[in-house]
């Protein structure tokens, strides 16, 4: 059964200077589920953004490792659309 959660990212460049910020609701199955989402919205940013260097920080351990691998399973969101 999935819920929603909210999450957060927070984009800083190298000289720690605060960036932009993502906050949304999303659907999830789970606080693993949300986690991951949030990592993959991250990235999606970066992407975005092509930075050609990024960090992902996270206090979720489990999606961190899942997340780099290349079969992670995120299940299926949307992409980065920008807000």
């Known amino acids: 059964m999935q819920g ?3 999450i957060g990212v927070v ?3 190298s000289t ?3 960036v932009d910020e993502i906050g949304k ?3 999830a ?3 693993l589920q949300a986690e991951a989402i949030a990592v993959r919205e991250a990235c999606l940013f970066a992407s975005a953004a092509q930075l050609k260097h ?3 920080e996270s206090d979720c351990q ?3 490792k899942l997340s780099s691998t290349e079969d992670a399973p995120l299940g299926n969101q949307s992409s ?3 807000h």
């Open 54 to 56: 990024s960090c992902v």
């Open 25 to 27: 609701m999303v659907m």
């Open 62 to 64: 489990v999606v961190i």
């Open 4 to 6: 929603k959660a909210a």
């Open 29 to 31: 199955s789970s606080s």
């Open 16 to 18: 720690d200077s605060f």
């Open 80 to 82: 980065y659309s920008g």
């Open 11 to 13: 984009v800083w460049d």
